[in-house]
C-alpha cells in the first residue's frame, strides 16, 4: 500500500503548534502568579509587622499613661502614633492594591488554562480523527485488494478453463 498522506496533516501541526505557544503562556502566567503572590506575602508580613509595632506602642502609651506621666510626653507619644498609623494606613493600601494585582494576574492564570485546555481538546479531536481516518483508509484498501484478487483469480479461472478446452 502507498502511504497516503493526512489530509489534514498541516492543520495538525498548526494545532500542536499553537497548543505548545499556550503551554509556554501558561507557564509564563504561572509564574507570575507566584511571584505577584510571593510579593503580596512579603507585603502582608511587612503590615503585619507595622500593625504589631503599633499594638505594642498603643499597649506601652496605656501602661505609661497608667503609672502617670508628663502632657509633654503625652503628646509626644499621640504625635507618634499618628505617624505610626499613617504608615499602617500606607501599608494597608498597598497590601489591597497587590491583592488586586494578584486577583487580575489570577484571572490571566484561569483564562491561559483554559485556552491550554481547549487547544489540548483540539489536538486530540484531530488525533482521533486520523486514527478513524487511517482506519478508513486501511478498509478501503483492503477491499482494492480483495477486489483485485478477485478479478485476478477469475482472470485464471477463464484462461485455464480456455485452456482446458483446446
Known amino acids: 500500500m502507498k502511504q497516503i498522506k493526512y489530509p489534514l496533516d498541516q492543520l495538525m501541526r498548526i494545532k500542536k503548534k499553537r497548543f505548545d505557544q499556550a503551554v509556554q503562556v501558561l507557564e509564563e502566567k504561572t509564574r507570575k502568579l507566584k511571584k505577584e503572590q510571593e510579593k503580596l506575602r512579603r ?9 504589631k509595632h503599633k499594638a505594642e506602642k498603643i499597649k506601652q502609651f496605656n501602661e505609661e499613661f497608667d503609672m502617670g506621666t508628663t502632657s509633654e510626653k503625652i503628646k509626644q507619644k499621640k504625635i507618634y502614633l499618628e505617624v505610626v498609623g499613617e504608615k499602617l494606613a500606607q501599608k494597608e493600601k498597598i497590601v489591597t492594591d497587590q491583592k488586586k494585582v494578584v486577583q487580575a494576574v489570577l484571572k490571566e492564570f484561569d483564562l491561559a488554562k483554559a485556552d491550554m485546555i481547549q ?4 489536538v486530540e479531536k484531530l488525533e482521533i480523527h486520523k486514527k478513524q481516518w487511517q482506519k478508513e483508509i486501511k478498509y478501503f484498501y483492503e477491499k482494492e ?14 484462461v485455464r478453463k480456455i485452456k482446458k478446452n483446446h
Open 119 to 122: 487547544k489540548k481538546k483540539d
Open 43 to 51: 507585603l502582608e508580613k511587612e503590615r503585619n509587622e507595622v500593625r
Open 145 to 158: 485488494m480483495e477486489k483485485e484478487h478477485d478479478e485476478l483469480g477469475s482472470s485464471r479461472y477463464v
